[in-house]
């Protein structure tokens, strides 16, 4: 038998999930499309997929699920959860239990749930409306009331009417509202991505919460009764709709007897994935977009750089955010022809375009990309160079994310911004820190950094060639 931590990853386009043991072996890993549109019930059909691809003989100690915030699910009212998942310590079915199973063993789940707890939630799923945080709002829409302020103008804050302050779930609420509006008058609760799949599975409503800290980065009391105001809901109403705060990593109910964990918005996860939780350590998520962070033990601002606290107490973490780098590149193979995450045909054929010191590359697929990668890795070395000047550190970064497979495009990064990465053995972050979440849950360790680290192996260092990265060097300080 192989016991081990259940860790799913809600993204945008899919679902990341692995079965990872107590000492930091991923034994099964897994990726699904989600169908496009993308609604509520994917995510729900996506997660339990992934589960019925695991071994019989794999014993699930904890499930943990992350996601990509602020996406919002409804529920609407009067759909009463099927009453098979509904939270009940130990409820395992019959053929799992016999007189020499240990008692310490009965809440735990070797096989996939019975069809019937599955096609129960499933179907309950169907009746939820999904409001992805990135969706568009129709140009134009109005905000009932608002002295026709529209939805964008709301979620940028430029509009007449009060901003939502740090929050940000309340402008995409009120996005949901304008775009929705029956849904929304109709909704029992609203979750963000990874609690609405623990609330199917247990039947408990919660929002959790990261650390104390993020309290205004989701709501408070104040910003609730303001925004309500603004968009002419009664508070109550508003703050029904919100399920209450769950710290991080706690217990919050079972699946077939199986703990399920408070899991965390996706980049949190990565943070905590990459050992991004002491002073000085520092990590690269790239995907879709990229973000670069670090560690700090004070709250330090500085321009274009994102200041939250750090998961744990009494730290920071500092970000510089490069938006689209992943996506754009996909847009630029599409359109030359590749398919858009054919990454590492596309890199070898750029890596072998000669460099240039000063002037253009020659409008080529390989000059252009040269050009397209280059431009990204120094929009890196911008954000690398704010984030260490603010934090008096210059860290090892830790890589996470699908960028981080791509061995020629790591050391290029590496050579054009003079920085070290570390790739760690499993480079999907995300799902490490959920593995270390459900373990600090159930009190395997004394701290979840220490169990972070305890979970990451480094595979390798991309160090840059001095030669090369001195070339480099040069042509940024012309930029």
């Known amino acids: ?81 099927p009453e098979v998942s509904i939270n009940s310590p130990g409820r395992v079915p019959k053929i799992h239990i016999n007189a020499a199973t240990p008692l310490s063993a009965v809440s735990l789940l070797s096989t996939v749930p019975p069809d019937d707890v599955i096609n129960g939630i499933i179907d309950a799923a169907k009746n939820d409306t999904l409001f992805l945080w990135n969706e568009p709002v129709p140009q134009g829409l109005t905000i009932s009331g608002q002295r026709g302020a529209t939805v964008p103008e709301l979620q940028k804050g430029t509009a007449s009417i009060p901003p939502a302050g740090a929050s940000l ?30 609330y199917l599975l247990t039947g408990t409503a919660v929002t959790s919460l990261p650390d104390p800290r993020y309290e205004a980065a989701y709501w408070s009391k104040e910003e609730l009764f303001r925004f309500a105001e603004v968009l002419h809901i009664d508070t109550e109403r508003l703050a029904g709709l919100l ?43 790239a995907g879709s977009s990229e973000g670069i962070n670090v560690c700090i033990s004070q709250p330090r601002r500085a321009e274009k750089t994102l ?3 750090s998961v744990m107490p009494d730290l920071w973490n500092l970000s510089s955010v490069i938006p689209s780098s992943g996506a754009a590149f996909s847009s630029f193979l599409v359109s030359h022809g590749f398919l858009g995450n054919d ?47 603010v934090s008096g550190f210059h860290p090892v970064y830790t890589l996470s994310g699908g960028q981080a497979h ?12 003079g920085r070290t990465f570390a790739l760690p053995a499993f480079a999907d972050g995300e799902l490490i820190g959920d593995a270390a979440l459900a373990l600090y849950g159930l009190g395997r360790g004394d701290t979840l950094a220490a169990i972070a680290q305890q979970l990451i192996r480094i595979k390798r260092y991309y160090e840059p060639e001095p030669a090369v990265a001195h070339r480099y060097t040069e042509k940024y300080s012309r930029c």
Request: one cysteine or more; a negative charge.
């Open 1 to 81: 038998m192989h016991y081990g931590i259940f860790c799913a990853d809600i993204g945008t386009s899919s679902l990341k999930a692995a079965f990872i043991t107590e000492d930091g072996t991923v034994l099964k890993f897994i990726r699904l499309l989600f169908p496009q549109p993308v609604q509520a019930v994917d995510w729900v059909q996506a997660f339990f997929a992934a589960w019925h691809t695991l071994p019989a003989d794999y014993v699930i100690e904890a499930i943990c699920v992350s996601g990509n915030g602020p996406s919002l699910v409804a529920v609407p009212q009067n759909c009463p959860m």
């Open 169 to 198: 779930f309340l402008p995409r609420i009120a996005a949901f509202r304008a775009k929705y509006p029956d849904v929304f008058d109709s909704a029992a609760l609203l979750f963000s991505g990874p609690e609405y799949v623990s």
């Open 243 to 285: 399920p209450p705060f769950a710290a991080a990593g706690t217990v919050i109910g079972r699946f077939c007897g199986i703990p399920v964990i408070a899991g965390v918005p996706d980049f949190i996860a990565a943070l905590i994935g990459t050992g991004t939780l002491t002073a000085g350590t520092a990590c690269d998520r």
């Open 307 to 309: 200041l939250l606290p």
């Open 343 to 389: 990454y590492i045909a596309a890199m070898e054929r750029i890596a072998e375009e000669p460099f240039v010191a000063s002037g253009a590359y020659p409008a080529t697929f390989e000059g252009q990309g040269r050009a397209f990668v280059e431009d990204l890795a120094f929009r890196i070395r911008h954000g690398c160079d704010l984030l260490e000047q």
């Open 406 to 417: 791509n061995a020629i495009w790591c050391q290029m990064k590496a050579d054009m911004t």
